[in-house]
């Protein structure tokens, strides 16, 4: 039986059509993958089902009945939930303050704590989830954050549970326990959709997947009898390659030096710990670790765009901590910032405009006050060619390339200054396959040039495929140094858990 | 179809200012018929009087001259991404430092007007530099600094007048038999009216806009910090520096419309109980100009003839001129609320629908 249906869906918005005709047929108990590059339309069609927005076109029909679901709270009645990405938890409160909050149940208008805190516990033991009811939220792992969410749906009597991209901020293990927990709701009747460009883990969870591109659908297939290369080809749309050949490193002087290195927010935590890496010419260093335990504060402070509270930040022996953010790039820092949208690229710019951001002072591209748009114009033809950045023109804003494009103009831009040290971080978020094999392979390009690399990501794949090195940031400290050859995701994980600290501890 | 839209949003800031301008006239001559004025004739009066006597244009031309200075104030530090609501204080600084200038220094003719003009852009620059050094500095919105600083502007300037520059009197006297900006030649070309050299300082200021946003250094960075702070920030640019910068030129101007104002149109100054509301007219004319160094022009024009030609509307067909301030605050309404996106949008939608059922 099917419990969800979505029959010919289309969703336009101006200028795109998001969902084109797609047809999804959910069994009872299954776990369906949704699988698409980012803007291929999941998360639309997701919304279309959960209520937030109304497709132009198409049906849906739940438990075989059609339906008009005009908000998440019928979407909730109809059985549906969502486990959205970013979890939606008040800090303060207690996990079951949080799992009543708009479902609040009373007794002549007095808040029943008490048995809604026995029913979350029976929920939570049925499913294995585990989570202590009276818990405060800012005091539990974000993995438990998880499963509150989770719960959550359940509480409201979720049968169907949406699951969006729900690995992304986890460790290792957190997504194998995840995985054990998807797998008991099943047992348990329900049914669960999985979004995901993740091979691996549908490989691991799903029984069937949806295969979405462009806003079509393009195949559903049993997990059974697929492999990886063939999910990725559909996909992508093409063949593609999942490993890199590289040499090994040819080190040689240290580029970066950092000593001791703390860093406060301003209420006084310190973010940065004593943090003490180096990385050498010729060398891709991987920094890994859970997301938010002091890499973004590491790189914003190498790049000048954070001040440090004390330490030293070398490069090429010189200190360029504190230093203003032009002064360190002038010393041969290129840097691939995280969030390429609002640090890397002016959207509203051309394609031209942005390729100079950080050398549009510098002759050619300026004659005394007056800047040279011929020069900046044959400059950025060179990049986007050499880069093989494809857009209309190089006078389209950047705003409408596509997300692998901006990141492919950016990294031209950045490794075309040739500089000493280059800092990635995050390079390939969100990008597709095809764009991924690209960026990687200009990555390694930079290290056998003799650059010194940093590269940040919460990929585990990427960091154990790219790195000659790998250093584990957790709470502000390197905890570790890893050799990716011999390394294996489950000790990778262990460390950026801060079980090592621990150990030392007891 | 891709290049068409291409073209409709490239054009899309003109489009909604026609669209705007054509709303704001609807609800102006549904206020006329229920008021049971004929809105015709009205708007035949209003655009026959203000542009088609030679003595008519030039006085459309003069009241078209501080608008632009203004629209151009008001757009400069848009580009940045700051809102610089003291334009009005900015022109009074810069109509009262011309005047002294032209009055107290005792300069030579030629000269003293000159003086006067790059000293009342001075002043106008100033006075911006206060709201974008706290900006920059502490943190202080722009808009609550710029706000006071009208005040202080506005109450200075009387306290100046009263004292020193009228003596007692609310009025000073008059600069010259004839404001030092207005020659001859030019007025009787058009029919004797006041125009003045102003026009041509403020034509000036649109080509060193432009000049400036698109063709230097400097304006790329405007532009950039202005699009997005943390991006420049990252490229290395100084945000502080470019917002300081962005309100200066805008402050000088809106002090050029002031030393336009008082050395090309009255000659003199006197105590003021309120606003000129000249700088604020520079809001609606960027917002409807779209921040571009031509669209102000335009806009300016437009404004120029709906106050200039209202005037001669209520002689000619009887409507009062309130009517036109309605129509005014209609067009900023319809352009600030985008109206046009949604009629345009609707209309695509529905051909959409159509091609596929």
Same mark, same amino acid.
């Not at chain 1, 639309?44 to 438990?63: A, K, W």
């Given at each position: 039986?099917?419990?969800?249906?979505? =029959?010919?869906?289309?969703?336009?918005? $101006?200028?795109?059509?998001?969902?084109?005709?797609?047809?999804?047929?959910?069994?009872?108990?299954?776990?369906?993958?949704?699988?698409?590059?980012?803007?291929?339309?999941?998360?639309?069609?997701?919304?279309?089902?959960?209520?937030?927005?109304?497709?132009?076109?198409?049906?849906?029909?739940?438990?075989?009945?059609?339906?008009?679901?005009?908000?998440?709270?019928?979407?909730?009645?109809?059985?549906?939930?969502?486990?959205?990405?970013?979890?939606?938890?008040?800090?303060?409160?207690?996990?079951?303050?949080?799992?009543?909050?708009?479902?609040?149940?009373?007794?002549?208008?007095?808040?029943?704590?008490?048995?809604?805190?026995?029913?979350?516990?029976?929920?939570?033991?049925?499913?294995?989830?585990?989570?202590?009811?009276?818990?405060?939220?800012?005091?539990?792992?974000?993995?438990?954050?998880?499963?509150?969410?989770?719960?959550?749906?359940?509480?409201?009597?979720?049968?169907?549970?949406?699951?969006?991209?729900?690995?992304?901020?986890?460790?290792?293990?957190?997504?194998?326990?995840?995985?054990?927990?998807?797998?008991?709701?099943?047992?348990?009747?329900?049914?669960?959709?999985?979004?995901?460009?993740?091979?691996?883990?549908?490989?691991?969870?799903?029984?069937?997947?949806?295969?979405?591109?462009?806003?079509?659908?393009?195949?559903?297939?049993?997990? *059974?009898?697929?492999?990886?290369?063939?999910? *990725?080809?559909?996909?992508?749309?093409?063949?593609?390659?999942?490993?890199?050949?590289?040499?090994?490193?040819?080190?040689?002087?240290?580029?970066?030096?950092?000593?001791?290195?703390?860093?406060?927010?301003?209420?006084?935590?310190?973010?940065?710990?004593?943090?003490?890496?180096?990385?050498?010419?010729?060398?891709?260093?991987?920094?890994?670790?859970?997301?938010?335990?002091?890499?973004?504060?590491?790189?914003?402070?190498?790049?000048?765009?954070?001040?440090?509270?004390?330490?030293?930040?070398?490069?090429?022996?010189?200190?360029?901590?504190?230093?203003?953010?032009?002064?360190?790039?002038?010393?041969?820092?290129?840097?691939? $910032?995280?969030?390429?949208?609002?640090?890397?690229?002016?959207?509203?710019?051309?394609?031209?405009?942005?390729?100079?951001?950080?050398?549009?002072?510098?002759?050619?591209?300026?004659?005394?006050?007056?800047?040279?748009?011929?020069?900046?114009?044959?400059?950025?033809?060179?990049?986007?060619?050499?880069?093989?950045?494809?857009?209309?023109?190089?006078?389209?804003?950047?705003?409408?390339?596509?997300?692998?494009?901006?990141?492919?103009?950016? =990294?031209?831009?950045?490794?075309?200054?040739?500089?000493?040290?280059?800092? *990635?971080?995050?390079?390939?978020?969100?990008?597709?396959?095809?764009?991924?094999?690209?960026?990687?392979?200009?990555?390694?390009?930079?290290?056998?040039?003799?650059?010194?690399?940093?590269?940040?990501?919460?990929?585990?794949?990427? =960091?154990?495929?790219?790195?000659?090195?790998?250093?584990?940031?957790?709470?502000?400290?390197?905890?570790?140094?890893?050799?990716?050859?011999?390394?294996?995701?489950?000790?990778?994980?262990?460390?950026?858990?801060?079980?090592?600290?621990?150990?030392?501890?007891? | 179809?891709?290049?068409?839209?291409?073209?409709?949003?490239?054009?899309?800031?003109?489009?909604?200012?026609?669209?705007?301008?054509?709303?704001?006239?609807?609800?102006?001559?549904?206020?006329?018929?229920?008021?049971?004025?004929?809105?015709?004739?009205?708007?035949?009066?209003?655009?026959?009087?203000?542009?088609?006597?030679?003595?008519?244009?030039?006085?459309?031309?003069?009241?078209?001259?501080?608008?632009?200075?203004?629209?151009?104030?008001?757009?400069?530090?848009?580009?940045?991404?700051?809102?610089?609501?003291?334009?009005?204080?900015?022109?009074? #600084?810069?109509?009262?430092?011309?005047?002294? #200038?032209?009055?107290?220094?005792?300069?030579?003719?030629?000269?003293?007007?000159?003086?006067? @003009?790059?000293?009342?852009?001075?002043?106008?620059?100033?006075?911006?530099?206060?709201?974008?050094?706290?900006?920059?500095?502490?943190?202080?919105?722009?808009?609550?600094?710029?706000?006071?600083?009208?005040?202080?502007?506005?109450?200075?300037?009387?306290?100046?007048?009263?004292?020193?520059?009228?003596?007692?009197?609310?009025?000073?006297?008059?600069?010259?038999?004839?404001?030092?900006?207005?020659?001859?030649?030019?007025?009787?070309?058009?029919?004797?009216?006041?125009?003045?050299?102003?026009?041509?300082?403020?034509?000036?200021? @649109?080509?060193?806009?432009?000049?400036?946003?698109?063709?230097?250094?400097?304006?790329?960075?405007?532009?950039?910090?202005?699009?997005?702070?943390?991006?420049?920030?990252?490229?290395?640019?100084?945000?502080?520096?470019?917002?300081?910068?962005?309100?200066?030129?805008?402050?000088?101007?809106?002090?050029?419309?002031?030393?336009?104002? @008082?050395?090309?149109?009255?000659?003199?100054?006197?105590?003021?109980?309120?606003?000129?509301?000249?700088?604020?007219?520079?809001?609606?004319?960027?917002?409807?100009?779209?921040?571009?160094?031509?669209?102000?022009?335009?806009?300016?024009?437009?404004?120029?003839?709906?106050?200039?030609?209202?005037?001669?509307?209520?002689?000619?067909?009887?409507?009062?001129?309130?009517?036109?301030? @309605?129509?005014?605050?209609?067009?900023?309404?319809?352009?600030?609320?985008?109206?046009?996106?949604?009629?345009?949008?609707?209309?695509?939608?529905?051909?959409?629908?159509?091609?596929?059922?």
């Amino acid at each position: 039986m099917n419990v969800v249906e979505m =029959i010919g869906i289309t969703k336009r918005f $101006p200028g795109i059509v998001a969902n084109d005709n797609i047809n999804l047929a959910i069994k009872k108990g299954e776990i369906h993958a949704l699988l698409g590059e980012n803007g291929a339309g999941k998360s639309t069609l997701m919304n279309v089902l959960f209520g937030l927005y109304q497709p132009e076109e198409g049906e849906i029909r739940i438990n075989e009945k059609k339906v008009m679901i005009t908000g998440p709270t019928m979407a909730n009645e109809l059985g549906i939930g969502m486990v959205h990405q970013h979890f939606m938890l008040v800090q303060p409160f207690t996990v079951t303050e949080n799992i009543i909050l708009g479902d609040e149940r009373s007794k002549g208008g007095i808040l029943d704590i008490k048995q809604a805190e026995k029913e979350i516990q029976k929920l939570s033991d049925q499913y294995g989830l585990k989570v202590d009811p009276s818990a405060k939220i800012s005091d539990i792992s974000v993995g438990m954050q998880q499963r509150v969410e989770i719960l959550k749906t359940l509480y409201r009597g979720a049968e169907t549970l949406i699951f969006d991209e729900p690995t992304a901020v986890l460790t290792p293990q957190e997504i194998d326990e995840l995985i054990s927990i998807m797998k008991n709701l099943v047992k348990e009747g329900k049914t669960i959709i999985f979004i995901t460009h993740k091979l691996k883990e549908i490989m691991r969870t799903c029984d069937r997947v949806t295969v979405i591109r462009r806003g079509k659908v393009i195949d559903t297939v049993d997990v *059974a009898g697929n492999d990886e290369n063939t999910l *990725a080809s559909l996909m992508v749309g093409r063949k593609v390659s999942f490993s890199i050949d590289k040499e090994d490193a040819e080190t040689g002087e240290t580029i970066l030096d950092i000593q001791n290195l703390v860093m406060e927010k301003g209420n006084g935590v310190k973010v940065i710990n004593g943090l003490n890496m180096e990385v050498k010419a010729g060398e891709i260093v991987g920094l890994a670790g859970v997301d938010g335990n002091g890499q973004s504060e590491l790189i914003e402070a190498i790049t000048g765009l954070q001040s440090i509270k004390s330490g030293h930040i070398k490069l090429n022996k010189q200190d360029i901590a504190n230093q203003r953010p032009r002064k360190i790039t002038e010393s041969g820092v290129g840097h691939i $910032p995280e969030d390429r949208q609002k640090r890397g690229l002016v959207l509203d710019f051309t394609v031209s405009e942005n390729m100079v951001l950080q050398t549009y002072y510098q002759p050619p591209f300026t004659k005394g006050m007056s800047i040279q748009f011929n020069e900046i114009d044959q400059f950025a033809k060179r990049l986007i060619e050499e880069y093989d950045v494809r857009t209309p023109s190089i006078d389209t804003p950047i705003r409408a390339l596509s997300g692998g494009n901006q990141q492919k103009a950016i =990294i031209a831009r950045e490794v075309d200054r040739e500089p000493t040290l280059l800092i *990635a971080a995050q390079p390939t978020r969100g990008l597709d396959v095809g764009a991924i094999e690209f960026i990687h392979r200009k990555l390694v390009e930079q290290r056998d040039n003799g650059k010194a690399v940093l590269l940040v990501s919460l990929e585990l794949d990427e =960091i154990l495929k790219l790195s000659d090195r790998i250093a584990v940031i957790y709470e502000g400290v390197i905890v570790g140094w890893v050799d990716p050859q011999n390394a294996t995701e489950e000790e990778l994980g262990l460390l950026m858990a801060g079980s090592a600290l621990e150990k030392e501890a007891n | 179809m891709q290049s068409l839209l291409a073209r409709l949003n490239k054009y899309s800031g003109a489009t909604t200012a026609i669209i705007s301008i054509l709303l704001g006239m609807v609800v102006g001559a549904i206020m006329m018929l229920a008021a049971g004025y004929n809105p015709v004739a009205a708007y035949n009066a209003l655009f026959v009087s203000a542009l088609f006597q030679p003595y008519d244009l030039g006085e459309t031309i003069r009241t078209i001259t501080p608008l632009i200075l203004t629209g151009l104030a008001v757009a400069i530090a848009f580009r940045t991404g700051l809102f610089n609501i003291g334009v009005e204080g900015q022109f009074i #600084v810069g109509q009262l430092v011309a005047f002294i #200038v032209a009055t107290q220094l005792g300069l030579p003719p030629v000269i003293q007007v000159i003086v006067a @003009v790059i000293m009342g852009g001075l002043a106008g620059a100033l006075w911006g530099l206060v709201p974008g050094f706290l900006k920059a500095s502490r943190g202080v919105h722009e808009v609550i600094v710029s706000i006071m600083m009208n005040f202080i502007a506005l109450y200075l300037s009387n306290y100046l007048i009263r004292t020193w520059l009228a003596k007692g009197a609310d009025s000073t006297p008059k600069i010259a038999d004839s404001p030092p900006l207005k020659v001859d030649v030019l007025s009787q070309i058009f029919g004797g009216s006041r125009i003045h050299l102003g026009i041509f300082i403020a034509l000036l200021g @649109v080509f060193v806009m432009y000049y400036l946003l698109y063709r230097t250094k400097l304006g790329y960075e405007l532009r950039a910090v202005g699009y997005n702070p943390r991006a420049s920030e990252y490229a290395g640019m100084s945000v502080k520096r470019n917002i300081i910068l962005s309100m200066m030129i805008s402050g000088s101007f809106a002090g050029l419309a002031g030393a336009s104002e @008082v050395l090309g149109t009255s000659g003199y100054l006197s105590i003021e109980a309120a606003f000129t509301g000249i700088g604020f007219d520079g809001i609606a004319v960027a917002l409807l100009g779209g921040n571009t160094p031509l669209g102000v022009i335009f806009a300016a024009s437009l404004f120029g003839v709906l106050n200039y030609g209202g005037g001669n509307m209520q002689f000619e067909a009887d409507v009062p001129f309130e009517v036109i301030r @309605v129509v005014v605050a209609a067009i900023i309404l319809f352009v600030a609320a985008n109206i046009s996106t949604k009629i345009v949008g609707r209309f695509r939608k529905q051909k959409g629908v159509k091609k596929h059922g």
